[in-house]
């Protein structure tokens, strides 16, 4: 790889240990010379795109374990560990993160970290910024910082480390990272069904939203066959409770034909992997039957979708195609979105089409006193030149 966003990369540094990753941010830092954090090159197109000419620090020779006590339940690691090496590790214990997050094979924990994506799992409510209790990150100096710690305890001052989480790297190279784990659920299904007749599939959907502890999600798209609808239920929990709320739906889906077997790693990816030709909008509501309103608009708009709820978060995500009708059906969406006061975020798709639709945040708010930190933590701002704003 030459190039990112058709700009030169200059020079690539793959550090074999924290020492050598010091002496490298130092370095390039010193000498004005622009730096991006790169792990598993999952998430370059995500975030604001690169605008200059930069160096690239890679971080996969730093994938060690730490530390790891099962009892404690807390393990540690080095940023540049791929994440389904990390659940792989825990689950040898029978513990996990608390969520599942997409493109587990190139993902990396400090990418996961940077980026702030926890997937459309959610178990308990845990985002991936809740589950962190401790990085260890490189400053400008080339000196190591620390926040939080290794063990799950008060600890005083601040949460710095929330700082490095969904800012795309914008802050220098973490090298490690503290996380607080959860056992696993005893018992994990997957259940599909194919309807005819889209309000069937409502009313069984609407009925199953509310166990948003054990179905923490749930996908409703049109299937390849014409007008038929899938609805998937994930389910976990105790055996009893899982077979239990597996056979109400068998149930309720009588004489309703058993889809195919669903590929998890597609529920995992919802939104992540799109086709160039898909378009990835997400909804924030706190009216766990927003969705309902949503597939309204499909049904009468006739548009092609995939519909993924997140009862126990609050919000849905929908993946639609980007055609000639693409601006008329967006409009439909924020409609209803602006009629049920819900946000509408244009999160992976035409950079056009997200500057068209995307909710028009206050200029005071959070984002602006990140950019304030920015320029006083990065006054060069040699960070990930671009990714948290225009520098």
Same mark, same amino acid.
């Given at each position: 790889m030459t190039t990112i966003n058709e700009y030169k990369i200059l020079d690539t540094f793959s550090p074999e240990n924290k020492n050598r990753l010091s002496e490298i941010v130092l370095d390039l830092y010193s000498t004005n010379s622009k730096l991006m954090i790169l792990g598993g090159y999952s998430k370059i197109d995500y975030g604001n795109p690169i605008n200059a000419n930069t160096n690239v620090i890679e971080t996969s020779n730093l994938s060690k374990v730490i530390d790891y006590n099962p009892s404690d339940l807390t393990i540690t690691v080095e940023a540049g560990m791929k994440m389904t090496d990390l659940t792989k590790i825990l689950k040898q214990n029978n513990q996990f993160l608390g969520y599942k997050l997409p493109q587990l094979k190139n993902s990396t924990v400090g990418g996961a970290l940077s980026y702030g994506y926890s997937g459309n799992y959610r178990f308990n409510d845990i985002h991936i910024r809740d589950s962190v209790i401790g990085i260890e990150a490189v400053n400008q100096k080339g000196k190591f910082i620390k926040s939080g710690g290794q063990v799950v305890k008060n600890v005083s001052g601040?949460?710095?480390? &929330?700082? =490095?989480?969904?800012?795309?790297?914008? =802050?220098?190279?973490?090298?490690?990272?503290?996380f607080k784990v959860y056992p696993t659920p005893n018992k994990e299904t997957l259940l599909a069904f194919e309807y005819t007749d889209l309000d069937e599939a409502i009313r069984i959907a609407q009925k199953y939203i509310f166990f948003?502890? !054990?179905?923490p999600r749930l996908s409703l798209y049109k299937s390849s066959k014409e007008n038929h609808y899938k609805l998937i239920f994930n389910i976990?929990?105790?055996?009893?409770?899982? !077979? @239990?709320?597996? &056979?109400?739906?068998? *149930?309720?889906s009588l004489n309703k034909s058993n889809s195919d077997s669903v590929d998890e790693s597609y529920i995992n990816n919802f939104g992540y992997d799109l086709g160039t030709d898909e378009i990835y909008i997400k909804f924030t509501s706190h009216k766990n039957d927003f969705f309902k309103s949503l597939t309204e608009v499909m049904k009468l708009s006739n548009i092609q979708y995939k519909l993924m709820i997140n009862p126990i978060f609050g919000f849905s995500s929908i993946i639609i195609y980007d055609d000639e009708k693409s601006v008329n059906n967006i409009k439909k969406l924020k409609q209803i979105s602006d009629d049920n006061n819900v946000k509408l975020f244009i999160e992976r798709g035409s950079l056009k089409l997200k500057n068209k639709?995307?909710? *028009?945040?206050?200029? !005071?708010?959070?984002?602006?006193l990140t950019k304030?930190? @920015?320029n006083t933590y990065d006054k060069k701002h040699l960070f990930s030149p671009g @990714?948290?704003?225009?520098?």
């Open positions: 601040y949460d710095m480390h &929330k700082l =490095f989480i969904g800012t795309n790297g914008s =802050f220098g190279p973490m090298y490690s990272v503290s948003n502890w !054990n179905i976990v929990g105790t055996n009893q409770i899982v !077979n @239990k709320i597996d &056979k109400l739906i068998h *149930k309720d639709f995307n909710y *028009k945040i206050n200029d !005071n708010n959070l984002s602006n304030l930190f @920015k @990714k948290l704003y225009d520098s």
